[in-house]
């Protein structure tokens, strides 16, 4: 298996421009995660998916983030708009029986 | 989930044992005690988990105390490539949970 696998890998862009984040998990896995790493903050769970159904979004920071999961190998984090505090690194993870969660190499966003 | 105290950093000679402390006072009877470490610029990277038992596997070993509110993860002879910043977690077992990541300990191996 190629592992959770995330693009883009870099994304800069300028604020105001919305910004796609894209996610495969691993295949069989039923829980998704998206989390996010800033120097202030460290990682965080913004939010995570069972069998394609958003379970915990309260970490999602406010209304211009939304994630959508429509299958089990596919799921997207969206910010619109984008704005220069959203600059960080986006991790995605994917956990199935074992209670091990598989992370991807993460994206780096940054936000003009 | 309980509440983990790691040091910040640590630092280990190349090919000696790494021994990285954690507290968890406040752990409940249904929680486990998991470590994860990141390498710069990777993702988070699972190490081990355990109860209440020392656990072992072929990256580490976890030693739990009896009254299991602290435990140490063991790199038996740590590498240059071990350096990393080490998590330690305690969460309910349940593929349903996310981690909770603290700060860590940052673990830099030396020649």
């Known amino acids: 298996d190629a592992g959770v696998i995330q693009s883009p890998r870099h994304e800069v862009t300028e604020m105001g421009q919305e910004v796609t984040l894209r996610c495969k998990p691993i295949?069989?896995?039923?829980?998704l995660f998206w989390y996010r790493q800033t120097m202030m903050r460290g990682l965080e769970l913004l939010i995570y998916?069972?069998?394609?159904?958003?379970?915990?979004d309260s970490g999602m920071p406010e209304d211009r983030f939304s994630a959508k999961m429509p299958n089990a190998s596919f799921s997207t984090l969206k910010i619109q708009p984008s704005e220069p505090r959203d600059s960080a690194v986006y991790f995605c993870?994917?956990?199935?029986?074992?209670?091990?969660?598989?992370f991807g190499p993460g994206t780096r966003l940054t936000v003009l | 989930d309980a509440k983990t105290t790691q040091p910040p950093s640590m630092d280990c000679a190349e090919g000696r044992a790494a021994n990285l402390p954690c507290n968890h006072s406040?752990?409940?009877?249904?929680?486990?005690v998991y470590w994860y470490r990141q390498i710069h610029s990777q993702g988070p990277q699972y190490i081990i988990h355990?109860?209440?038992n020392n656990e072992t596997n072929e990256m580490a070993s976890l030693i739990i105390t009896e009254d299991r509110k602290s435990s140490t993860l063991i790199l038996p002879h740590a590498t240059l490539r071990d350096t990393a910043v080490y998590y330690c977690?305690?969460?309910?077992?349940?593929?349903?949970?996310?981690?909770?990541f603290g700060k860590g300990t940052s673990l830099l191996v030396t020649p």
């Open positions: 993870a994917s956990s199935g029986t074992d209670n091990e969660q598989f």
């Open positions: 295949s069989g896995h039923d829980y």
């Open positions: 998916f069972n069998n394609n159904v958003p379970i915990d």
């Open positions: 406040t752990i409940s009877g249904n929680e486990y």
């Open positions: 355990g109860l209440k």
């Open positions: 977690i305690v969460r309910v077992a349940n593929s349903g949970y996310a981690l909770n």
